[in-house]
């Protein structure tokens, strides 16, 4: 399967909107856990799970279907794994509290 | 430390064969395959204590991925060859993965004779109500009514409950789970592993390329959201009326018993008839007769 990952758009901008909502200030941050989602790209079939069932909705997906987060929004997963198990293809993995969060989105 | 899926991926995967998988995006078997590797963890046991057995069929490609002992029978005899692997080893844990067609059509009697038996074994049976791998033909679980290659018209005959069919069999165990509930499944997995005798596992999953799309149930997101909807635990059920749950999908324990395991009464077979072999032996040494093979 080739997926054209370089030319997938920027992270839409109704996800922008959510910003102020979503990115906790220091002091937020420091009392809520963090995690990390990543996705296997070699393995994910783009079916569109992940994003469909994620609690927070913040699993959106390129114009090749394949899903991402973007960084914004990373901080509003709760890591309740819901889309790790339900991943036919084992192509997702949350980390708790991952020191230096980085990009979710490393397709390039 | 390793996380969760890192785990399951790194430990329990077979890392030649070739990934991502055969099955179509978003069936259910990957889910159930999860939550089977996600279970057979949280257990404990060695890999090398479990067996995992599979007929034909999408389902039946399981056991080719994952790094237990792994055997790919003929369609619908993977009970057979488990019931002779657990009676030649009867310490190993030994776990049959099959389809609905391959359970309950053509592999129907040695179901039900299983669950008679009452073998120390569990089968996990990926309920997807059609023959997925081979174009999507009615099975015995296809609903009254549902479109298929073989039901263009609508199916006319009426389909299957098999956890009651595991029930009424003699099954020690029997339980029912979805792909939408991962984590009841994992749990529902890990009780029929733990529970001493014939564990049966229904998982009600998704054929949408097969299945759903000819029954205008959508895709995978749509069809996995039904059973979401559809389904309503077994001490709820319990409370509901029959019209009540007409297209419900109860989910559950549904059976929990005790009662002899034939693999341990084989074994007492086995030594007291080795007794009594021993026995008859020294009497004819007493007696001046030869033992045969001296
Ligand atoms: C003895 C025999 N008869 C028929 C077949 C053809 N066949 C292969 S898979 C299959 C049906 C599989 O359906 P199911 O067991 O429901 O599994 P699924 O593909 O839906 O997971 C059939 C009929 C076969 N391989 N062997
Ligand atoms: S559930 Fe898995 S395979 Fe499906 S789109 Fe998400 S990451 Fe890809
Ligand atoms: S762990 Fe939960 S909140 Fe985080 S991305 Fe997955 S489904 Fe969404
Ligand atoms: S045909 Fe159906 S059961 Fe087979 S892999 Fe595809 S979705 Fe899954």
């Given at each position: 399967m080739v997926h054209d990952t370089k030319s997938r758009p920027a992270a839409k901008p109704e996800v922008g909107e959510n910003k102020t909502a979503s990115a906790p200030s220091t002091a937020q941050q420091k009392k809520r856990k963090l995690h990390r989602v990543t996705f296997?790209?070699?393995?994910?079939?783009?079916?569109g799970l992940c994003s469909a069932f994620c609690v927070k909705q913040i699993i959106q997906t390129d114009k090749n279907g394949l899903p991402f987060i973007a960084n914004d929004d990373m901080d509003r997963c709760t890591g309740c794994r819901f889309c790790e198990i339900h991943c036919p293809d084992f192509a997702i993995t949350i980390q708790n509290k991952y020191p230096e969060r980085r990009h979710s989105d490393d397709r390039q | 430390m390793l996380e969760r899926a890192e785990i399951v991926r790194k430990e329990y995967l077979r890392h030649d064969k070739k990934f991502p998988h055969v099955w179509c995006p978003g069936c259910g078997n990957g889910i159930v395959m999860g939550a089977l590797l996600r279970a057979i963890h949280r257990s404990g046991l060695e890999k090398d204590d479990v067996v995992l057995a599979s007929g034909i069929g999408c389902s039946g490609r399981m056991p080719t991925y994952v790094?237990?002992?792994t055997i790919h029978t003929t369609h619908g005899r993977a009970l057979t060859f488990s019931t002779g692997i657990k009676l030649a080893k009867p310490e190993l844990t030994v776990l049959t993965v099959m389809g609905d067609g391959d359970a309950t059509a053509i592999g129907g009697n040695h179901f039900i004779h299983a669950a008679r038996r009452n073998l120390d074994m569990t089968a996990i049976i990926i309920n997807n109500s059609t023959y997925g791998m081979t174009g999507g033909q009615y099975s015995p679980t296809t609903p009254f009514g549902s479109k298929s290659t073989t039901s263009v018209y609508g199916h006319v005959e009426h389909a299957f409950s098999i956890a009651e069919l595991a029930v009424t069999a003699g099954a020690s165990f029997v339980a029912r789970s979805t792909v939408y509930h991962a984590t009841h499944l994992e749990d529902m997995i890990r009780l029929a592993i733990a529970k001493k005798g014939f564990s049966v596992m229904e998982v009600i999953s998704n054929c949408h390329v097969q299945h759903g799309r000819r029954n205008k149930l959508g895709g995978a997101v749509e069809m996995i959201k039904g059973f979401k909807e559809r389904a309503v635990r077994v001490e709820k059920a319990e409370k509901m009326s029959a019209e009540e749950l007409v297209d419900k999908i109860t989910i559950g324990v549904l059976a929990d018993v005790e009662k002899p395991i034939s693999t341990e009464q084989y074994q007492r077979v086995i030594n007291e008839a080795k007794k009594k072999a021993e026995k008859i032996a020294k009497e004819k040494e007493k007696n001046g007769i030869k033992r045969y093979e001296e």
């Open positions: 296997y790209y070699k393995w994910c079939k783009s079916c | 790094d237990f002992n």
